[in-house]
């Protein structure tokens, strides 16, 4: 497993590091809320723990970010807050489960194994309409037909699929999914949407992906 420890507390992260080495897997550790999320776009990971209350972002506001963009990797909050309301606001924000400090390493690790297990069987697949998008095999089927995307469509339909219902503008869509700062000049959004629906309604009568002028897009899966 490749584990993403942010914890500033430097003893608790040495020693979670070491106890992961040593069951023979990889973890590497961030200090801050910044230099976390800057791994996370850097590397992908099996899980990421992470620290409430930390410098510069909070744990929770990390996690919100990560869910932002799409990436569904597995988070366990780590904190010494115990209060049902904080358990309630960490999962509203896209944690997978939460560990409340202190701990022993055979928890962590027992926690991250299921929680693991749990993510890849209910997350490897996203089904709407008569659509299948395989997260693994980044494939969208429908039925037993492969609908052929671009890399770039995949990730845009992933990244629509986990904001359901939410208007997106061009700008977010372009920094999220494409990892570029906004450009009036630049029409990949554009081009790339609409490809994307194209290729989704020319199997189905159902419309997902709308315009809102002046706003951006939303996708809509009734």
């Not at 996203?126 to 494939?139: P, Q």
Request: aromatic content about 10%.
């Amino acid at each position: 497993m490749e584990i993403l420890i942010v914890e500033d507390e430097k003893s608790i992260a040495d020693s979670l590091r070491k106890n992961f080495l040593s069951e023979g897997h990889h973890a590497i550790i961030a200090v801050d809320g910044d230099e976390a999320l800057k791994k996370v776009d850097l590397f992908e990971f099996d899980a990421i723990l992470l620290d409430w209350r930390l410098p510069k972002l909070s744990g929770i506001e990390v996690c919100k970010r990560i869910r932002e963009t799409g990436n569904q990797v597995p988070i366990i909050l780590l904190t010494a807050l115990s209060d049902l309301k904080n358990k309630i606001e960490a999962f509203n924000y896209g944690a997978d489960d939460y560990i409340t400090k202190p701990f022993s390493f055979e928890e962590v690790f027992a926690r991250i194994q299921a929680v693991i297990r749990r993510v890849k069987t209910s997350r490897n697949e996203i089904i709407f309409g008569d659509y299948v998008l395989n997260i693994l095999t980044r494939t969208l089927c429908i039925g037993k037909e492969e609908i052929k995307l671009s890399d770039k469509e995949f990730d845009l339909l992933r990244y629509f699929l986990f904001h359901k219902g939410e208007i997106i503008s061009k700008e977010k869509l372009l920094e999220d999914v494409w990892k570029l700062p906004f450009s009036p000049s630049s029409n990949l959004v554009e081009v790339t949407v609409k490809n994307l629906r194209k290729k989704l309604e020319s199997d189905s009568d159902k419309i997902f992906i709308r315009t809102i002028y002046g706003e951006g897009y939303i996708f809509i899966n009734e």
